[in-house]
């Protein structure tokens, strides 16, 4: 007996199989294998086109996803009432609508980030380089300034009077309730990309035909529902840097902070929680 509980502890998550659900196809080594991690630099890919094709993609889907939600907000606020607008609702949709798109149309040239929170979680994970993660996260905070730049250029007037879309913390609530609604909002983003993303998901369930941007814009729709009273919802470090630029008030570099710590720390839990609990990549032998 006491052997055997020697053998547990040794052995750990090495001992049992991993087991499918109800429904799934059977796993084998055949169908899948984990690929080595991105290495922290990698100077070759400062020499090839790919790596600014990326980055110039993650600009203009990230410069397209605040112009068009940006506009959907102030088109909301210029409405003498909600009925008379698509409303919060149609905001929510707005949000979700444009990352759908928009990770459909990039996710073969960048991997369709269009937010910091989502690079920074791949990158914990190793999914890719520092070298990119740096890159695409300047490049999706100038496309949000430009597509926030371009909405301000078309209705100036409406924009400085119902703020610019940025985000704050709505009256009522702490910085605590917002920070804390960032952390989960993005946790639910990031964990949702992961999942959608998953080469071993595909592998072991290649008869389920899954389109990974609808269940990460879906996430993202909602989201923007449960938060938009409480921060007007952030989730995207770069989204709520474009419209805080542009707007440029007191108020909305306030609580600044709020919108990219909370992101940030939401990213960071999702990537541990799935590579850690769902996968569990660090108790896999190594053989």
């Known amino acids: ?9 040794k052995l750990g998550a090495n001992k049992f199989t991993e087991r ?6 059977a796993q084998s080594d055949k169908d899948y294998k984990e690929p080595p991690p991105a290495p922290l630099f990698e100077a070759g890919e400062l020499k090839s086109w790919s790596f600014y094709r990326a980055g110039i993609a993650e600009f203009v889907a990230t410069f397209l996803f605040l112009y068009i939600t940006v506009l959907t ?8 009432n909600k009925c008379a607008s698509v409303g919060i609702q149609g905001i929510a949709w707005a949000f979700g609508g444009m990352i759908f798109a928009l990770v459909y149309c990039t996710a073969g040239i960048s991997g369709g980030h269009i937010n910091p929170a989502v ?11 520092l070298t990119r993660a740096v890159f695409y996260i300047v490049m999706q905070c100038l496309g949000a300034i430009c597509g926030a730049g371009v909405v301000k ?7 400085e009077k119902l703020q610019g879309g940025a985000n704050f913390v709505s009256h009522g609530y702490t910085k605590g309730d917002g920070l804390g609604a960032e952390i989960v909002g993005t946790f639910i983003l990031v964990y949702t990309v992961f999942s959608a993303t998953d080469a071993k998901r595909s592998a072991r369930d290649s008869h389920v035909p899954i389109l ?7 996430a ?6 449960a938060t938009i009273p409480i921060t007007g919802t952030g989730i995207n470090p770069a989204r709520s840097l474009g419209a805080a630029i542009i707007y440029n008030r007191d108020h909305a570099w306030d609580d600044h902070w709020i919108f990219w710590v909370g992101p940030f720390i939401g990213a960071a839990l999702a ?7 769902i996968r569990a990549i660090p108790f896999k032998s190594r053989a």
């Open 1 to 9: 007996m006491a052997e055997s509980k020697e053998e547990d502890v």
């Open 73 to 80: 907000v102030m088109g909301v606020g210029r409405a003498k």
């Open 153 to 159: 250029g078309f209705m100036k007037g409406p924009y």
């Open 119 to 129: 690079t920074f979680g791949l990158f914990l994970a190793r999914k890719l380089s």
């Open 20 to 25: 499918q659900p109800l429904g799934t196809a």
């Open 271 to 277: 990537a541990v929680y799935h590579q850690v609990v």
């Open 212 to 218: 990974a941007p609808l269940p990460i814009g879906f």
């Open 220 to 225: 993202v729709f909602l989201v923007h529902l």
